[in-house]
């Protein structure tokens, strides 16, 4: 079943001299519960599809459906209301809100939302991330690999049809970026998350079932690791 379409995605970033197409007709899709890699140089365009596949940042030109959702028809403000609700945004530099302890920055999509917490799936949550005796921290009390396990949860709590994460491991160590992976891996198993990841790193992009490479703004690759 298909989640995520991206239909002839084209992004331009200034004017005249300075104008630079980050994204040049982009097309691709995504099925439910697939883990798909992107790859590519620096300037090859990947954090900016992200970005637009996770509603962040509108497209020049093309369409993005996610779950029969035509995304950029929407206004902005049922586009926030959608992205809230249905992508789990996962970043490179965590995001976490300062004053907000553990607990409160990953139920935060569904406070904002007005929705009831499910105590049992925010304790499962906390138990697969390893952040259960880390409830009450503020994200200043946290390692870097902690940070990171939180804000997997905050992308997590709401069930979202698609996770795209930015880079989710570039400022960790080895090995938290490993845990960080397996964690990723394992809500794409357990949950049956559709996972987005960019990244640098050739060994993660290995374990996807799909590695998209882009160069220059255009798909370069679209190869199936395994099915």
Known sequence: MEILKVENLSK????????VKALD???FSVNKGEFVAIVGPSGSGKSTLLHIIGGVDRPTAGRVFI?????YKLNDTKLAIFRRRQVGLIYQFY??????????????PLLLDGRKIEREYLDEILTTLDLKDRLHHLPNE???GQQQRVS???ALINRPALV?????????DSKNSKEIVDLLKLSNKRYNQTL???THDHQIALQADRIITLRDGRIAKNEVIRS
């Open 25 to 27: 007709g982009v097309s």
């Open 95 to 108: 995001n976490l809100i300062p004053i907000l302890n553990v607990e409160e920055n990953i139920t935060l």
């Open 152 to 154: 997997i949860g905050r």
């Open 67 to 71: 779950d029969d959702t035509d995304i």
């Open 164 to 172: 795209p994460a930015d880079k989710p491991t570039g400022n960790l």
């Open 12 to 19: 331009i970033y200034g004017k005249g001299a300075t104008q």
């Open 196 to 198: 987005i990841i960019i």
């Open 142 to 144: 946290l390692s870097g």
